[in-house]
Every structure is written in structure tokens, then in C-alpha cells.
């Protein structure tokens, strides 16, 4: 092709393939596509289907070819299709009637006002084209937690930017109430949301989120990255209080203990960026009984009634439990059911004459340790707290073989039974 037949467009390579990150073949498809709107605005709808676009991105220029085919003189219907015999001969000397010959054409010819067209008609179609690899791209990455500088505080929300210049969202319901940054802050927050409006992307940011919660627990935790961990419920009060259940899938590891860290060092990183919300980690059963009784701690329970099918659980303590299990503000109670399933309600219990009660440190002889701490565990600290639990509850709430907890009931009543007779 000769050099007045072509248009050189490195520039414009440059101009939309670096500035727009799109891959170049997506990039020379869209570029194709321009040239032909082009060419049917300017020889009418259709006229691109007789025109071929070739584009070379390593030199960075195309070429176009007009397809016609070859018919007698006055025969002419078309011209976007057809072409005289005397015309096509001028092109390609030796050609026929009924062939389809090719001629280059030269795109600066097509005017000003044409090559004006081409940029602002690609300007457009990259604009959608960035538009929908946002939309995907942060879609794709919804639960994922960003760190992105804070560029604006407005009254409803905060506008951030990451560190490829996209605009994220932060609203006031999405913030942690006593959340307080300034302009230049970095803000970490987990992908909410991504809303298509008008045509444009909007990304929206949550630090509420139990998500979020959950995201951090992965960053700090390597054992909840590596799966040896997993975390099976989140309930939260942002930056109030949140309880994270939690589960190994190696009798060695702790759960618990892992996600705490030692004297603390794992959880205080996730407290200190959730504003010192308080977090309880406990872990994770499938004994509803057992993980209602986890999920009040730290209030002791002395029994639970289930209601499976309307999904309320009794629960009752002792008088000085009660607020313990309520929680401040009732944020305990409230964590709970949200974290069990359940709605709880708490009933308190006036304990019996505890004066001839005995620990059950002193059955030692006759109950293996690790029976005594399991029954201590719940909050089974005497005899007597033992024999106020039906055996079904002591079951359900200590993972105890029934066996098991037949003989201890037994040993603990005949001790009483002997005290009576005397």
C-alpha cells in the first residue's frame, strides 16, 4: 500500500491504549468497528459491508479496500457495490466481468469533518468500553477488602480513590459510627456493592459488613487463609461488640486460641481498625444447646428449653447471670440470636440451699477429670448444679456419651440419697 493510501495512528494508539488499559484486541475491534459507522455516515447505511478495515497495531497505521464487483458500463445500480467495466480496468488492467476487485482507499480523503468523526465515535466507544471493564472488573471483586485514599468528605458519604484513579463510595450507613477521617487518610473497607446508574459505575464500600469482619480475620489468621480454620457465623454491632464462631479441622489447633493470638497479638490488630469493637470468638458447634450456652458467655447457663420449629430458645440463670447474659444495652442477648438462629429469652432462676452442696472436684475418685471440666465448662460447678439439668441437657450441652452421663448422675444422686438417709 502506498504511503498516501494509509493513516498513520500510532498516536492514537498510544492515546487510548495506554491511557484506557484496554488489551489490543479488544482495542482494534472497536477501532474497526469506528471506521465502518464512519464509513456508512458518510456513503450511507451499509455501505461498510462492501468495505474491509485492516489494521497493523505494530506499525501502528490500516488500510482500507472498497470490494466491488464488475459489471458492463451503464450497468452501474450501486456504486457501493458495483463498478463499471472501463473503471475497474483503470484499477486492475486485467480484469472481468462478474469479478470482485479491491481498491485501496486513502481515509483522509474521506474529509475533515470524517477523521473529526472517527475520534469522537472511538472516544465514545472506549468510554463504554472502560465503563463496562469497571463494571466487571470491581463486580468481580465484591467481598474483597480495598485500601483507597480518602478524596472528599461529603455530608451523606465519602468519596475514595484507589490506586488506579477509580472512584469508590463509602456511605454514612456503611461506616462504622465512630469512624472519623480525614482527607489524605487511607480507608479500609470490603467491596459492597457495585451499581450500574445511567450507564455509569458506582462501587460502594462497607466497613459494617460482617464480611469485612470476616475478610480481616482471613488477613490476620493464616490458619483461616490455609482453611485449617474456618469461620462458620459472624454477628455484629458495628463498632460496638461483634462474636465471630469459628471451627478447626485439626484436633491439634485451638480455634480459638488461634484467632486471639498470643496475649491477644492477632485480635488486637482487627479491635483496633474496627474502632475497639469488643469481639467474642468462641467456638462453633452443631449441639444447639452447646452453642446457645457459647454464644451468652460469658454468662453461665443453668438450662436451655428449644423450641425447634418456631426457633426460640428459654434460657435459664441464676439471678446474678442475668445481666450478664442480657449485656449492656442488650447487646449480648442480641448478638446471640442473631448468631444462633435463635430467639432467646432469658429466665431467671433462685437457686436452691447450696449449704450441703459439694464441688465436683471432690467425685475426683469416682469421675475422670476431663468429665468434671466438660460438666464445669457450662457452668456445672457443684453436684447440685449437675442434678438441676435433665439428662437429655447435660447430653446435648456437653457432648458427654450418654453413658457417661448416666453414671455421673448416678454417682452425684446416690451421694445425696446417702446424706438423706442419715
Not at 484486541?25 to 462492501?50: A, C, N, P, Q
Not at 485480635?267 to 451468652?296: M, Q
Not at 466438660?374 to 437429655?392: E, P, S, Y
Amino acid at each position: 500500500m502506498s504511503k498516501e493510501k494509509s493513516i498513520n495512528l500510532s498516536d492514537m494508539f498510544k492515546e487510548f491504549n495506554d491511557q484506557k488499559s484496554i488489551d489490543q484486541k479488544t482495542l482494534i475491534s472497536v477501532m474497526i468497528e469506528s471506521f465502518k459507522k464512519v464509513i456508512d455516515s458518510s456513503f450511507g447505511t451499509g455501505s461498510s459491508d462492501y468495505y474491509d478495515v485492516i489494521i497493523n497495531p505494530d506499525k501502528g497505521d490500516l488500510e482500507i479496500y472498497h470490494n466491488r464487483e464488475v459489471v458492463e458500463d451503464g450497468a452501474v445500480n450501486n456504486p457501493n457495490k458495483e463498478i463499471a467495466l472501463s473503471e475497474a480496468q483503470k484499477i486492475v488492467d486485467d480484469c472481468e466481468l462478474g469479478e470482485e476487485i479491491s481498491e485501496p482507499v486513502d481515509f483522509t480523503n474521506f474529509g475533515r469533518r470524517a477523521i473529526l468523526t472517527l475520534r469522537q465515535t472511538l472516544s465514545s466507544k472506549i468510554l463504554e468500553l472502560q465503563k463496562d471493564i469497571l463494571y466487571r472488573e470491581y463486580s468481580e471483586k465484591t467481598g474483597q477488602i480495598v485500601n483507597a485514599e480518602l478524596y472528599q468528605n461529603w455530608k451523606n458519604e465519602l468519596l475514595l480513590m484507589d490506586d488506579d484513579g477509580h472512584e469508590l463510595y463509602l456511605p454514612k450507613d456503611q461506616q462504622i459510627p465512630n469512624d472519623f477521617y480525614k482527607k489524605g487518610d487511607v480507608v479500609r473497607a470490603v467491596i459492597h456493592e457495585v451499581r450500574s446508574i445511567n450507564g455509569n459505575t458506582k462501587i460502594i464500600l462497607s466497613r459494617i459488613s460482617p464480611i469485612f469482619l470476616r475478610r480481616l480475620f482471613e488477613l490476620e489468621v493464616p490458619e483461616i487463609a490455609e482453611g485449617l480454620i474456618t469461620i462458620e457465623r459472624i454477628a455484629r454491632l458495628p463498632g460496638e461488640r461483634a462474636k465471630v464462631a469459628v471451627e478447626s479441622y485439626d484436633d491439634r489447633i485451638d480455634p480459638v486460641g488461634a484467632c486471639v493470638g498470643v496475649k491477644g497479638s492477632r485480635i488486637h490488630g482487627i479491635v483496633r481498625e474496627l474502632r475497639n469493637e469488643n469481639i467474642d470468638v468462641i467456638n462453633y458447634t452443631k449441639n444447639t444447646n452447646l452453642f446457645i450456652a457459647r454464644a451468652l458467655s460469658p454468662a453461665k447457663i443453668i438450662s436451655i428449653n428449644i423450641d425447634e420449629e418456631n426457633k426460640k430458645a428459654e434460657v435459664n440463670v441464676n439471678p446474678e447471670e442475668v445481666s450478664l447474659a442480657i449485656g449492656k444495652g442488650g447487646a449480648n442477648i442480641k448478638l446471640a440470636s442473631q448468631l444462633t438462629g435463635y430467639s432467646i429469652d432469658v429466665f431467671r432462676v433462685t437457686p436452691e440451699d447450696d449449704s450441703e452442696d459439694i464441688y465436683l472436684e471432690e467425685f475426683s475418685d469416682e469421675i475422670d477429670e476431663w468429665v468434671i471440666e466438660a460438666l464445669k465448662a457450662i457452668g456445672c460447678d457443684t453436684a447440685k448444679d449437675v442434678l438441676k439439668l435433665t439428662r437429655q441437657d447435660l447430653i446435648q450441652r456437653t457432648d458427654l456419651e450418654e453413658e457417661t452421663v448416666d453414671y455421673v448422675m448416678k454417682i452425684l444422686a446416690a451421694e445425696f440419697a446417702d446424706d438423706e438417709k442419715k
